[in-house]
């Protein structure tokens, strides 16, 4: 008779007990444990998979510099934008997690790059959620032609590592890990520990037969990769899907690299025919015209400058507490260089109301943005425009002082490059700017929020 026995685990982190409890004693989520069944005598058989514990082999630990380096191969997807978020391209062997919410896109985008994969390489697309008809007429709708990509609609875990190892391509994908299902588990698909165990197998087999293997993942409603910690932790690469539903670009960035850097990030435009790359993003974000409450500044995503517009309105409040909303950037943030505009130029914003957006739906995360958001609130609150064709960078601090943002010449350069012909920085150590005359952009330095002020007014 097989003995089953039962683990409470939490869908939100993975932590497991014996007893079952209304909060999560790990992570302190409320009605995240649920009940899933194990059976010992075949979780036996799963750890057979991949049989690594039956060919122990004394191994013997060797200095690291006689360690024979041998320098990683990539295959390249297909898309620039793609190669550019993985480091350069697809390294053998490795997993790669692609998380996103439902209808971004990540299908289309797996497919797309499959397709171009095919050309050079043998790629296995498996489909657990779709049938194979509905991924033809997605692959009918990017208009590709013949292509030796192969398609397998299958949910089983066994039967998917059984195909893999039969067909053994270059790379596989798997769209999408929540749909699989390992029979010798219980719990439903998409529950911590089939994710996990299907992802562990998964990935037994890539590091052994050398297969780049991609797995989509659903985020969950909090905006979390569903199973998350568990498969962060498994998986080389994570890069995730983003954008508004409503607006045609999508965001792909890379939240954790083994092969390369985080933060990398790369834009696409969805279209009637499929994900078109886009190579120029500020251009993307960036409108013609001017008006009271638009700023410019240029984040640095990873090592890409993006032009980005802030937008603010300022309006006399009729509540008693005033509203604050911030789409893009941190409310918090939006909080605190208020407090300062506030103390520094003696504006009363406490009576204000200010809605801040950056436009294009874009997430700005890093401090460097924080001067365009300050002029922004400052040029709607006194209904003037800003001096056409300027730049703000800088990081403000609560003593109201501007402080250096990294990457200056780079943020520079691609401000030049858009046609913008002044910046306003922070006063930095001439060290940080050697090149100051190689740009077309007049730079102007600040110390502090009061300096830069003075200098806008001057220039309108
Ligand atoms: P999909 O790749 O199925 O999203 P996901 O796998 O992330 O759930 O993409 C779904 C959306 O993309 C869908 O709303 C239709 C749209 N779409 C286009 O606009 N153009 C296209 O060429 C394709 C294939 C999809
Ligand atoms: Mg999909």
């Not at 909060?23 to 059976?39: A, K, L, Y």
């Not at 191994?59 to 978020?85: A, M």
């Not at 529950?191 to 985020?219: D, F, M, P, W, Y």
């Not at 505009?341 to 401090?367: M, Q, T, W």
Request: hydrophobic share 40%; glycine share 8%.
């Amino acid at each position: 008779m097989t003995r089953t026995s039962t683990i409470y685990i939490c869908q939100t982190c993975g932590a497991e007990t014996r007893q079952f409890f209304g909060r999560c004693t790990s992570c302190g989520d409320w009605n995240s444990i649920v009940e899933e069944v194990i059976r010992p005598s075949n979780l036996r058989t799963t750890n057979k998979r991949g049989s690594s514990s039956k060919s122990l082999v004394a191994k013997r630990s060797q200095p690291i510099s006689s360690i024979n380096n041998e320098p990683v191969g990539r295959i390249f997807s297909g898309s620039k934008e793609l190669d550019r978020v993985l480091g350069g391209g697809l390294v053998e062997g490795s997993l790669v997690l692609i998380g996103g919410d439902p209808g971004i896109g990540k299908s289309t985008l797996l497919l797309q790059s499959a397709t171009e994969m095919a050309r050079y390489k043998s790629v296995l697309y498996i489909t657990a959620e779709e049938s194979s008809n509905q991924v033809q007429l997605r692959w009918n709708r990017l208009k590709k032609e013949e292509s030796s990509l192969h398609l397998l609609a299958e949910t089983d875990l066994e039967l998917i590592l059984n195909e893999i190892e039969n067909f053994n391509p270059a790379v596989a994908i798997i769209d999408s890990i929540q749909a699989l299902q390992d029979s010798n588990l219980g719990g439903t698909p998409g529950s911590v520990s089939q994710v996990r165990e299907c992802a562990a197998a998964l990935q037994r087999l890539a590091k052994s037969k050398n297969i780049t293997v991609i797995l989509v993942g659903h985020v969950t409603k909090e905006g979390m990769l569903a199973g998350p910690k568990v498969l962060e932790h498994l998986v080389d690469t994570v890069l995730t899907f983003e954008g508004d539903r409503f607006a045609s670009h999508r965001i792909l960035r890379t939240v954790k690299n083994r092969f390369g850097a985080t933060n990398e990030l790369g834009v696409f435009e969805m279209q009637g025919s499929g994900l078109i790359e886009v190579l120029n993003p500020s251009e993307l974000f960036l409108s013609s015209q001017n008006a009271p409450g638009v700023a410019t500044s240029v984040a640095c995503e990873g090592t890409r400058p993006i032009a980005i517009e802030l937008q603010a309105l300022i309006n006399k409040t009729s509540y008693p507490s005033p509203r604050r909303t911030a789409t893009g950037i941190e409310s918090n943030r939006l909080h605190q260089i208020l407090a300062v505009i506030e103390k520094h130029l003696n504006l009363p914003l406490s009576r204000f109301d200010c809605y801040l957006a950056v436009a294009g739906g874009l997430e700005v995360e890093e401090p460097a943005a924080d001067l365009g958001i300050a002029a922004a609130i400052i040029s709607s609150y006194k209904t003037v425009e800003l001096p056409k064709g300027t730049v703000l960078l800088g990081e403000i601090g609560l003593g109201g002082q501007l402080r250096s943002v990294g990457q200056i010449q780079l943020r520079i350069r691609e401000a030049g490059r858009l046609g913008f012909h002044s910046a306003i920085i922070p006063k930095l150590s001439n060290k940080e700017l050697p090149s100051k005359n190689n740009n077309q952009i007049r730079i102007k330095e600040a110390s502090n929020i009061r300096e830069v002020f003075e200098i806008v007014l001057k220039l309108i």
